[in-house]
């Protein structure tokens, strides 16, 4: 039971003083306490979303450095140094591997020495078919030329610069192939 002790005024009214639990009840209610007590809890939960954070920061940290490590590794393995080449690259290496023979080769040629240069992906469950694909896709694009010789059925595929204006192979390229007679 809290007592109220009667102050008089001078107009004849009565003040009142409040009882300490009356005054602790009274400081709970004023906003401005609440307000400093919700600042300070919400200063401590950000200091602890701060730790957080910083241990989050350390742990991809680490990840981050593991990944390079793998990659680093990934680079120096013999799976990785192979060449994986796109459509538009595989028409270079098929012009090229012409280009070094000197003289038209056919399809099965371009396979032998492809497969020798070990180019081929690994995932590829039919290279014949895979490498047979990409001979037409550089006919079709014009950067290998394919044609049949007389008396063979065989097509043999040649540079576009090594054929003249009527179609036929050019004299200097027959020389190196006696059975490239048109």
Same mark, same amino acid.
């Given at each position: 039971m809290s007592f109220r002790t009667g102050i008089f005024s001078a107009s004849g009214g009565s003040l009142y003083s409040y009882t300490k639990a009356e005054t602790c009840v009274m400081k709970q =209610?004023?906003? *401005?306490?609440?307000?400093? =007590?919700?600042?300070?809890?919400? &200063?401590?939960?950000? *200091?602890?979303?701060?730790?957080?954070?910083?241990?989050?920061? !350390?742990? $991809?940290?680490?990840?981050? &450095?593991?990944?390079?490590?793998?990659?680093?590794?990934? /680079?120096?393995?013999?799976k990785s140094k192979r060449k994986w080449y796109y459509s538009n690259d595989w028409d270079i290496v098929i012009a090229d591997i012409i280009a070094t023979a000197g003289c038209p080769l056919t399809r099965e040629e371009i396979e032998e020495t492809l497969m020798a240069s070990n180019l081929i992906p690994d995932n590829i469950t039919n290279p014949k078919q895979y490498m047979y694909q990409?001979? $037409?896709?550089?006919?079709?694009?014009?950067?290998?030329?394919? !044609?049949?010789? *007389?008396? /063979?059925?065989?097509?043999? !595929?040649?540079?576009?610069?090594?054929?003249?204006?009527?179609?036929?192979?050019? =004299? =200097?390229?027959? *020389?190196?192939?006696?059975q490239l007679v048109n």
């Open positions: =209610e004023n906003p *401005a306490n609440n307000l400093r =007590e919700r600042l300070a809890a919400k &200063k401590s939960q950000q *200091a602890q979303f701060q730790k957080v954070i910083s241990q989050y920061n !350390y742990a $991809l940290m680490v990840l981050d &450095k593991e990944i390079n490590k793998l990659t680093q590794e990934l /680079s120096c393995s013999d990409k001979i $037409l896709h550089a006919q079709k694009r014009d950067v290998i030329f394919g !044609y049949h010789t *007389a008396g /063979s059925r065989r097509l043999y !595929y040649s540079l576009p610069s090594w054929i003249d204006e009527f179609g036929n192979i050019r =004299e =200097e390229m027959t *020389a190196d192939n006696s």
